[in-house]
């Protein structure tokens, strides 16, 4: 047996015989090893828990295996061991839970029939990972993946975490829908409940009552997705195809979206236009139009999520308008069309999928979007604020949310779907590798003129809400007082250093919380990210593409739904985190783990294969190759990943707002709390304090990472490598 | 580290499958210790593939592979003692000209100044002295060549695995470039496998030539004998051109057969082939202008030391290539060929 996998199985010792098994209760050691703190060994053998017994032989039959020669042998029974610990492992776990719960055949068939445990702990985990660790070096032995150890396991640890926490508590969801309180399937009810009035009501369209939240949802998407979709057309077409002034500050628009939480443009839009804003005031005064809630609905959730999202159909219908070979316009024009045929027959056509595509993406952030509906919905309803209500309102209907979810579901990855089937290889400008000299063709002069008519009003709103962000926290009550004062500040981030350093303000606690689990997940998500780009890309296993398709289902899942999917399947043992800071990093790690594979997946794209195998033909493993070679080639792609994880952790607010508790307490979450309370100073001063925190942290991570260097000439990574210098 | 010397590769019966794609089928052939060997084909023939099984990149389906007589088939390439270098030199650009040659013992966990030291020597071997701290974005395309060559010598390995090196390089560098190949194989003494499309350089460079076609071998031997003696017709057409003309063998005695060419008779080697409808390959330059065969001439174009010329006649279209330069036949003229039997085979 080699070294390392004696290390493991080590491991699996330390954290069956040493450590507590199950999660103990505010560090409480007593009794140890026995009881509540006590190791699984001791258990097992004193008869409290037979039921670990199972886990302890599948370790011990690997130890009297460690002490023999390898022979090929070896191989096929470390899988068996394994994958034989493994299932005792989670046969125990979760057939023995909670009383009367978990499955009562299966603990009686491990001699725990009745009996109850407690969540697992790090003896627990420890195990499992050893376990983990057996069974994928018994399938490198066995030759699988090259015979490459560190493929193997982290295939294994991949595919649990991803099966753990992606696929299980979206299991939970279609679970508890489908059965009742006591857990008996009760189809009839979930029925009733999916096809209810609520979701589907037509009543909007003959009169007084509202439409069902499923319409609502899709009309707000389609309205987002088709006017984001043409604003960002708009600003794309007047960057790239006209000397437009003023190009640089629309493009570092494109930024704004990624630092500001999603609620705050909501915000900002009821200090304007709410019946006490800045505009409606003015508006009363000068023209004697009375003031009216007509914010809040659908044009006031409309109006923030086409803010919120136009910069992004912006940022992808740039690259579209980018990717279109000005050769084909200048062929058009040679062959006799002028301006306006041009754009019609040829530069129109092949925008078309990036439109789709750009449609798609606003319609999928618009049903995700939590923020915005909460702050602004008033009476409009949308499936993720519903799901919301559904499991803190007053009703607190579990059976309720977990449909709304799964209706939610379905639709994003619907959207998905038809994003990727329908689109998938349909993309007309690609960029060849060919130079293209040719001059972009000139806008027709109409479709100039109604451009800029479009975008200069969004760009002055916009301003205009950011304006409102920054100096909200220094007046008063924006739009009724205006005395500027620091009082906000002061509520929120006072420093009392009479007795020393103390943090008096209200909103400190949340802040450090939200740094914390932030600055914790973002580096655990870029590499988990990476490593599953990794795999995705340079390594040939079975299974890969159900592994593929399943982290694509994940950038689908909305956060609400992810929410609601950790509450329901972490809040009863085997694993029982729900209040505890470790579900916040989970939740963190989990929802951003697509935009670290995207940006793993998109770096690696531009490392020649050839790199990694000269380097595995220099002797290096596959560890080795990934820390010497992939990774500092990789940097820029890490960076992206860090900054886009660590700022999504700080804006994120749908999934979240389900897993704080009053120890775990989010800046977003705190804010959305002080909005509902009507405090709109304090929660305006706290958000234009965490655009400033996101700006420094993405200032940080770039200096810490530092650039990747190939030389002092600046060559194109891919043609470094590829061709002669010339 | 004891250091094994060149070592032989072994394949016996060795197939690749790529789902329902077999890229090597059932392919055996043996190098031996201090050998340099072509393997020689058209763009998707198999060779690039049976390459990267002995370095270990693949891992055969089927088949066994043996290194120095050891069973190395499912032994990962980081386990073998084998080196490659790569068509795109696959040089680390994150590093610099000596990282990258000391790259090798590096991560085997050998000292730092003693991967340098053995990275010099090796870069002084190739003649890159004094380019240590560049970057190879900083090098020409020949000196990168180098590079990669040196970084895979520092080892030492038993075998030494040259894909397509020299595909990147201009034509002139490259007849260089493969004679010092070829000089450092010799010195070394190391055993090399080598993979080009091109069958010029694989004449130049090899000990033994193996050709493969449809993923398989058509033929193995020295230069020499699959220029003389190509065993079919696609071997004949690959290793320099050939004209594949029907032929007819009326008899065959004592190894020689009577062949009937058109109107032409000729005793040539039999080559184990019997009475019957046959192929003949004959060499554009075996066909001289004299008496014999007449013959239109349809194209024709100088290029300075010799003519090249189709010219059509009745056993079919013959491509000739003459060193009679002093007047270029006009297009239309009626010509006569006679046919050099030496460089006439019969081809099944």
Redesign the interface.
């Known amino acids: 047996m080699r070294p390392s996998t004696r290390l493991a199985l080590l491991f699996g010792w330390l954290g069956y015989a040493l450590m507590p098994w199950y999660l103990p209760e505010g560090w409480d050691l007593a009794g140890y090893p026995f009881g509540r703190a006590g190791t699984a060994l001791a258990l097992a053998t004193s008869g409290a828990a037979p039921w670990l017994w199972p886990i302890g032989i599948a370790l011990l039959a690997t130890t009297l295996l460690a002490v023999r020669a390898e022979t090929s042998f070896s191989g096929r029974a470390l899988v068996t061991a394994g994958l034989c610990g493994l299932v005792a492992f989670f046969a125990q776990g979760f057939a023995v839970t909670l009383p009367d719960q978990g499955i009562p055949w299966l603990a009686a068939l491990l001699g725990g029939a009745g009996a109850a445990q407690p969540g697992m702990g790090f003896g627990a985990l420890l195990t499992l990972f050893a376990l983990l660790l057996l069974l994928c070096h018994g399938l490198a032995y066995r030759g699988f993946c090259r015979g490459d150890l560190f493929t193997t396991s982290t295939i294994g640890v991949v595919v649990l975490l991803i099966g753990h926490f992606i696929f299980l508590p979206v299991a939970t969801i279609l679970r508890s829908a489908l059965v009742d309180a006591d857990g008996n399937w009760a189809l009839g009810e979930f029925a009733g409940r999916l096809f209810s009035s609520t979701i589907w009501g037509l009543g909007c369209v003959g009169g007084s009552i509202a439409c069902g939240v499923a319409w609502n949802t899709l009309i707000l998407g389609v309205l987002t997705g088709l006017i984001t979709t043409l604003l960002g057309l708009a600003c794309a077409l007047l960057v790239l195809r006209t000397a437009m002034p003023g190009k640089r500050l629309m493009r570092a628009m494109t930024v704004l979206p990624i630092i500001t939480p999603p609620f705050v443009i909501g915000l900002a839009l009821i200090l304007l236009f709410g019946r006490s804003g800045v505009v409606t005031g003015l508006m009363s005064e000068w023209f004697g139009i009375p003031r009216s809630r007509w914010i809040y609905g659908l044009p006031g959730v409309l109006l923030a999520q086409v803010l919120a999202f136009a910069p992004i159909a912006f940022l992808v219908l740039m690259g579209v308008v980018q990717g279109i070979a000005p050769s084909l316009e200048e062929a058009a024009q040679t062959l006799g069309a002028r301006h306006w045929p041009t754009f019609r027959s040829v530069t129109w056509p092949l925008l078309r999928p990036g439109l789709a595509n750009a449609f798609l993406l606003g319609f999928v952030e618009s049903l995700a979007d939590f923020g915005n509906p909460l702050v602004l919905g008033g009476n409009f309803e949308v499936l993720s604020t519903k799901i919301f209500f559904a499991v803190v309102g007053a009703a607190h209907n579990q059976g309720m949310a977990a449909v709304l979810a799964i209706v939610l579901l379905v639709f994003t990855l619907g959207a998905f779907w038809l994003q990727q089937s329908w689109l998938g290889g349909k993309s007309y400008t690609t960029v060849s590798g060919k130079g293209d000299a040719g001059i972009p063709a000139k806008l027709p002069t109409s479709v100039t003129v109604l451009s800029a008519a479009v975008i200069i009003p969004w760009v002055v709103l916009t301003a205009v809400i950011y304006a409102v962000i920054l100096i909200g926290g220094f007046v008063k009550t924006m739009g009724r007082d205006h005395t500027p004062t620091l009082e906000h500040y002061r509520t929120g981030f006072a420093v009392d250093f009479s007795h020393g350093l103390f943090f008096e303000g209200a909103a400190w606690p949340s802040l450090f919380t939200t740094l914390k689990v932030a600055a914790i997940s973002a580096p655990l998500t870029a590499l988990i990210g990476l490593l599953t780009a990794y795999l995705l890309t340079r390594q040939r296993f079975v299974g890969r593409q159900l592994l593929e398709f399943t982290t694509m289902l994940s950038f689908a899942i909305p956060g609400t739904v992810l929410g609601v999917a950790y509450i329901l399947a972490f809040n009863v043992p085997p694993v029982e985190i729900t209040g505890t800071g470790l579900i916040l990093v989970l939740a963190f790690v989990f929802r951003n783990m697509p935009v670290g594979i995207r940006s793993g997946i998109a770096g690696l794209a531009q490392i020649d294969k050839s790199l990694d195998e000269a380097s595995t033909t220099l002797r290096a493993r596959s560890f080795t190759t990934l820390r010497r070679v992939v990774l500092p080639l990789l940097k820029p792609a890490l960076v992206a990943a860090l900054i886009y994880s660590f700022v999504r952790s700080i804006t994120s607010v749908s999934a979240v707002i389900f897993l704080v508790s009053a120890e775990y307490n989010l800046s977003t979450a705190y804010i959305v709390g002080r909005v509902e309370a009507g405090e709109f100073g304090l929660a305006i001063a706290y958000s234009s304090v965490l655009i400033v925190v996101m700006a420094a942290g993405i200032a940080l991570i770039q200096f810490g990472v530092g650039e990747r260097k190939l030389g002092r000439r600046p060559v194109a990574l891919a043609t470094s490598a590829a061709e002669p210098a010339r | 580290m004891p250091k094994s010397g060149p070592a032989s590769v072994e394949f016996r019966h060795v197939s690749m499958r790529y789902g329902a794609v077999i890229a090597v089928e059932n392919v055996s052939f043996t190098i031996r210790a201090g050998e340099l060997v072509t393997l020689l084909g058209p763009s998707g023939c198999g060779k690039t593939t049976t390459l990267r099984m002995i370095?270990?990149?693949e891992?055969a389906s089927e088949g066994q592979i043996l290194i120095g007589g050891k069973d190395v088939t499912?032994?990962?390439?980081?386990?073998r003692d084998?080196?490659?270098v790569?068509?795109?030199?696959?040089?680390?650009?994150?590093m610099t000209v000596l990282e990258n040659a000391a790259?090798?013992p590096t991560?085997?966990g050998l000292r730092k100044a003693q991967a340098e030291a053995m990275a010099l020597e090796k870069l002084a071997l190739v003649g890159l002295k004094g380019f240590e701290k560049?970057?190879?974005?900083?090098?020409?395309?020949?000196q990168?060549?180098r590079v990669a060559v040196a970084?895979?010598l520092v080892?030492e390995p038993q075998v030494l695995?040259f894909d397509e090196p020299l595909s990147?390089?201009d034509a002139k560098l490259r007849r260089k470039v493969r004679q010092e190949i070829r000089e450092l194989q010799q010195s070394l003494n190391l055993t090399v496998a080598y993979v080009t499309h091109d069958q010029e350089e694989a004449l130049a460079v090899s000990d033994r030539i193996i050709v493969m076609s449809n993923a398989k071998i058509a033929q193995q031997g020295s230069p020499r004998e699959l220029y003389e003696a190509p065993a079919n017709s696609f071997v004949a057409d690959f290793i320099g051109d050939a004209n594949l003309v029907e032929v007819t063998i009326d008899a065959v005695e004592g190894g020689q057969a009577q062949v009937r060419l058109g109107p032409l008779h000729l005793t040539l080697p039999a080559r184990g082939l019997t009475p019957g409808p046959a192929k003949a390959a004959i060499r554009p330059h075996g066909i001289v202008l004299g008496d014999g065969l007449a013959g239109t001439v349809r194209k024709s174009s100088y290029l300075g030391d010799h003519v090249e010329m189709i010219v059509s006649t009745p056993i079919g279209e013959l491509f000739v290539i003459s060193r009679q330069t002093n007047e270029l036949p006009a297009e239309g003229a009626a010509i006569s060929l006679s046919l050099a039997q030496q460089n006439i085979a019969l081809v099944r």
């Open positions: 370095a270990g990149l891992i499912r032994l990962s390439a980081a386990d084998v080196s490659m790569f068509q795109s030199y696959a040089l680390f650009p994150h790259y090798g991560v085997k560049r970057y190879p974005a900083e090098l020409s395309g020949g990168q060549q970084r895979a080892l695995l990147n390089l």
